[in-house]
């Protein structure tokens, strides 16, 4: 069975290009078990979250049920914020945030419009798999925000991965090897 992956990008000028190698190690990593699609997402240096959750709830209509959203940088604010505020158009089989800002640190990592409520967690869709990876040696968002959203989701899977930069190092094969254990599970539980 294929697994349907959408993977969102983070922000900012290049973007796209640069967060393309993280996508093609997780091509590389699940391999046929594994269909990513990767759209290139609007003003990525100027981002807007209402254009962005449009984009991101039109892809995963088109991926059916149990598509799974990998998300980085502040793609996985946004995915996360939106999946606090509405239901996705299909059920999903898991969410995996890389490196995910956390929003309302303090006055550098501040975004209202993705600033999470405070009863976040209970918000998710019901049974929703969320998983976090942040690597130890992030330097764009620090390590530290992967502590608040384990703080905010406390049933979230987290890992943390010592020695990593802000990209993983363009290494994605602890999220496939994830994907591929949560695939396993939902066939088994069909």
Request: hydrophobic fraction near 40%; proline fraction near 6%; aromatic fraction near 8%.
């Amino acid at each position: 069975m294929t697994t349907r992956i959408l993977f969102v990008q983070g922000g900012g000028e290049g973007a796209h290009e640069e967060d393309a190698r993280l996508a093609a190690s997780l091509r590389r990593e699940l391999g046929p078990s594994g269909d990513v699609r990767y759209p290139r997402m609007p003003n990525e240096d100027n981002l807007d979250y209402r254009t962005w959750t449009e984009c991101i709830a039109a892809e995963l209509a088109h991926l059916g049920d149990d598509a799974v959203v990998v998300a980085h940088s502040i793609g996985a604010s946004v995915v996360i914020k939106w999946l606090t505020e509405a239901a996705p158009p299909r059920p999903l089989a898991g969410v995996f945030l890389i490196a995910a800002p956390f929003r309302h640190d303090h006055e550098v990592w501040r975004w209202k419009d993705i600033e999470l409520p405070r009863d976040a967690a209970a918000r998710l869709p019901s049974g929703l798999p969320l998983f976090l990876y942040h690597g130890s040696e992030d330097e764009i968002v620090p390590f530290a925000h992967l502590d608040l959203y384990q703080q905010a989701f406390p049933e979230a899977h987290v890992r943390r991965l010592e020695g990593r930069n802000h990209q993983l190092d363009d290494n994605l094969a602890d999220v496939a090897r994830a994907i591929r254990s949560l695939s396993r599970l939902n066939t088994r539980s069909t």
